[in-house]
Structure formats: structure tokens, C-alpha cells
């Protein structure tokens, strides 16, 4: 049989305001999740921090190990992909292959990015996924409110109630270093400032991981960082159904 046990998650509820993040909705088919957050800044300040995926994605959730290769083609059919390279003796870089992440659906500058595709060990699957990023000019205060909007349906090999809750985990990391420079409105007052600790810890962990070397890249796994270290896969010679999930009750 093939059994896929996620340990250790749970859902997630709503943190603190102005941040948000949750799994929104969880059935059988699929799941979506949510993260939204008020920052200062205008839209268009957001969308050029976005588009630089490379000064805001952790390493550790890429194919390669490092963030360098990573891009996004603002337009219809743009690529979110990952340039797997690596340098050579004399510290040339060689490409050495590529992943895309994501797909553009709809790319109005700072409005809405929407793309499509399987995250992490998703990719593997017969699911299909659409994140939408939305910013939104706040009417007073200034400042600009952003939201990650995932959704995901269709056939994977994963219970949805296990593995929701680590994806909605890894993009709600992904979506805090994104925004932690832009700084969070707090009520009608000031924003709560990029801190500089926090940043020395997003230099810190891109240092580190310049100095590991590449994990060996595994068609048959597929493997994104910390969202498939807590999968564990259990093979034997018989398939087994597996028993769908309780869908989620109202409280």
C-alpha cells in the first residue's frame, strides 16, 4: 500500500491582526487557505517587492537549495521558475536545469498576480492549484492591503486535512518575508518597521544556504523543503483505499 502521514500538523487559525492566516476551507477534493496582511507602501511598492522572488523566497523551499535562479515573468503565460545552477571550479555558473513553480494566468501591475500550478510536493499530483495576489490601496492611513489567495482540487495521493495545513504553513512564511521590509499598518496608526534583526536573518539564511551544497535532485520525490520532511511514505506490494476525511464542523 501507499500511505501518506503528515505528523505534527494542524490547522491553522486567524493571528494577529492586521495579519492573517488560515485554512480557509478543507473537504475531500481540495482545500484553500488564506493570508492577508495591511502594509505600508503603495501598491506599486508591493508589486516590485513581489516580483523579485529571489530577495524574499527561503531557500530551503526550493529545488536547488538556493534562491538565486528564482524569477517571475509578469504576463499571460509568464513563468514563476527556479534556474537550477551551479558554479564550476573557477566559480562560473553553469546552468544546470529548471523548475517552474507557478504559471501566469492574469498579471496587472499592481493589482493582481494570479498564477496557477502545484506547489512543493503538489507538483507531483493530479491537482492543479491558483494563487492570486491582490493589493488594494487602503482608503485611509495609507498603505496598501495584500492577500495570498490559495486554492487547490483535484486527485493527489495526500489526505487534504494532512497536507492543507503545511501548505498553507510554508506560504504563510513565504508571504511574511515578503512583506517584513514594507512594514504592517497597525490600526489607523504607524506601521510596525522592518526590524533590523529580521533582517539580518533573511541575510543570514541566504548565506548559509549559498554554503550547502545542492540536494540531488529525484524525479520520483517530490520534495519541497520542510513541507515533505514531516511526510513520511510507507511502500508494500498492495494498494490500499484510503478512508476519506471527516469534512470540518461547524464550531
Request: charge should be negative; proline fraction near 8%; include cysteine.
Amino acid at each position: 500500500m501507499s500511505k501518506y502521514l503528515l505528523s505534527g500538523a494542524a490547522l491553522l487559525a486567524f493571528i494577529t491582526t492586521p495579519a492573517q492566516a488560515e485554512v480557509k476551507t478543507l473537504t475531500e477534493q481540495g482545500f484553500s487557505t488564506l493570508h492577508a496582511a495591511d502594509v505600508l507602501g503603495t501598491p506599486d511598492d508591493v508589486w516590485k517587492r513581489l516580483m523579485s522572488p529571489k530577495d524574499w523566497w527561503n531557500p530551503a523551499h526550493s529545488w536547488s537549495g538556493s534562491v538565486e535562479g528564482f524569477y517571475i515573468d509578469p504576463q499571460a503565460g509568464g513563468c514563476f521558475c527556479e534556474l537550477i545552477q551551479e558554479k564550476d571550479a573557477d566559480g562560473k555558473i553553469t546552468p544546470k536545469g529548471s523548475v517552474e513553480h507557478m504559471r501566469v494566468l492574469f498579471a496587472q501591475p499592481g493589482r493582481v498576480l494570479r498564477m496557477s500550478g502545484g506547489l512543493g510536493p503538489l507538483q507531483a499530483e493530479a491537482a492543479t492549484g491558483t494563487l492570486t495576489i491582490a493589493m488594494e490601496p487602503l482608503k485611509s492611513g495609507g498603505g496598501t492591503r495584500i492577500s495570498f489567495s490559495y486554492v487547490v482540487g483535484g486527485y493527489m495521493r495526500f489526505k487534504t486535512s494532512g497536507i492543507a495545513p503545511a501548505v498553507d504553513n510554508v506560504l504563510r512564511e513565504q508571504f511574511e518575508r515578503m512583506i517584513r521590509p514594507l512594514g504592517k499598518v497597525i490600526g489607523n496608526e504607524n506601521a510596525e518597521p522592518a526590524k533590523a534583526e529580521d533582517k539580518a536573518k533573511d541575510e543570514a539564511a541566504k548565506a548559509e544556504a549559498a554554503e550547502q551544497p545542492a540536494p540531488k535532485l529525484d524525479a520520483a520525490r517530490p520534495d519541497l523543503g520542510a513541507i515533505v520532511e514531516s511526510i513520511e511514505v510507507e511502500k508494500s506490494g498492495k494498494p490500499e483505499a484510503v478512508e476519506p476525511d471527516s469534512p470540518p464542523q461547524p464550531e
